[in-house]
């Protein structure tokens, strides 16, 4: 039976393990501008004997900002500071890939370009919350702005600006991209019945709920190939703000097929649900990895114990771990020795200097 320290081949890359580093948002990019930094560059560097690093999400256009502090990549100058990570992380022997990131209707006015508002499936008062902008000025905690329904003719230039992303990642020297079409996204608000009721081709039916996640693989595919492209979906909705899909059984079923006949690199599940017990979905992720064929990965507060459970099990390929990587640069060391993991601070997690960020020390 596999364990975490097989090697795993995934689109054209062969992982040397299948401890996987999640995608972790950390608000430390440098301003003006969005730009990855050195300090980003040795963060990334220090977790690179991961199977697989997957960037923190990174946003595709203006108007897929919401959060403070995040990193782009569809400018020049995004694109270069990308590349001192990317060289960093391959000179410490290791691999990344970018998450591609639109927030949709989880924004704020005060983080996007003068005059937009978030955009989404439907015109909704987003009750959540995001990093922004107060109303004095000063970051923190601010209530979502109302977004506007993307129309018919908008929507026909996101697969393109998925696409530049793609594109813009592979000359930073990604080693592929992760779209991101969980947690609450974008492309998650168009999935969720609950949350499209588009009397369009793109909602209503869960075919239509499906086609603009489709057709931002097909663009990515088309321009980087399927063996560098991976994607993230999470189960019934889970993330900031939408109420559970019912549908969201056969949804995935139906997305599993079409990703398998379209070849893609990985498919990567977020289950908040098994933070604290057992996931109830496990047995529709044995199904999905089935139903896909292709390296599957799930996610969602995993020890060293039930991690190698999953493999076992045949619930998943490999395992991705978020917040122990965060203070453990050397966790695929650590989990292979049984040492004992260090502790992370959450009052760093988002913002500030190296403190909370590239200080904790490797094991003994």
């Known amino acids: 039976m596999p364990s975490l320290f097989d090697p795993l081949p995934v689109g054209r890359l062969r992982l040397p393990n299948r401890v996987i580093m999640a995608p972790l948002t950390r608000c430390r990019a440098a301003q003006p501008g969005d730009v990855p930094t050195p300090l980003m560059a040795e963060y990334y560097a220090q977790r690179a004997s991961a199977g697989l690093i997957i960037s923190e999400a990174t946003w595709i256009e203006p108007q897929a900002k919401g959060y403070l502090w995040t990193p782009g990549i569809f400018t020049t100058a995004q694109r270069d500071a990308w590349r001192q990570v990317t060289d960093a992380v391959h000179a410490a022997g290791g691999r990344i890939m970018c998450q ?3 927030v949709g209707r989880v ?7 003068e005059g937009m508002v978030p955009v989404s499936s439907m015109a909704t008062e987003h009750e959540a919350h995001t990093f922004a902008l107060d109303a004095e000025g000063k970051p923190g905690r601010v209530r979502c702005t109302p977004c506007r329904a993307l129309t018919f003719k908008e929507l026909m230039s996101v697969p393109q600006a998925y696409g530049h992303a793609a594109t813009q990642a592979i000359d930073a020297g990604f080693d592929g991209v992760e779209i991101h079409a969980a947690n609450g996204y974008l492309l998650e608000q168009f999935m969720n ?3 499209n009721t588009r009397d369009d081709a793109f909602g ?7 086609r603009l996640v489709l057709q931002v693989v097909d663009e990515v595919v088309r321009l980087i190939g399927a063996d560098r492209t991976g994607i993230r979906l999470s189960p019934h ?3 900031i703000g939408p109420r559970p899909d019912p549908e969201w059984e056969p949804l995935a ?7 398998a006949a379209r070849r893609v690199a990985f498919v990567h599940i977020s ?3 098994s933070k604290t017990i057992d996931s109830p979905h496990r047995e529709l992720w044995r199904a999905m990895r089935r139903e896909f064929g292709g390296a599957f990965m799930v996610c969602g507060g995993y020890t060293h114990e039930t991690a190698e459970r999953e493999l076992a099990d045949g619930v998943a390929d490999a395992v991705v771990f978020g917040k122990p990587f965060i203070s453990n640069p050397d966790l695929v060391e650590r989990l292979q020795r049984g040492t004992a993991l260090a502790p992370w601070d959450q009052a760093t997690f988002y913002g500030g200097d190296h403190r909370g960020y590239t200080d904790y020390p490797r094991a003994n």
């Open 100 to 102: 591609l990131w639109h």
């Open 107 to 113: 924004s704020h006015a005060s983080v996007l370009p």
């Open 193 to 195: 019945g609950v949350l």
């Open 204 to 210: 209503g039916s869960i075919e239509n709920r499906c």
């Open 237 to 239: 909705g889970q993330g």
């Open 253 to 259: 079923m139906r997305l599993m097929r079409n990703l």
């Open 271 to 273: 289950d908040h649900t």
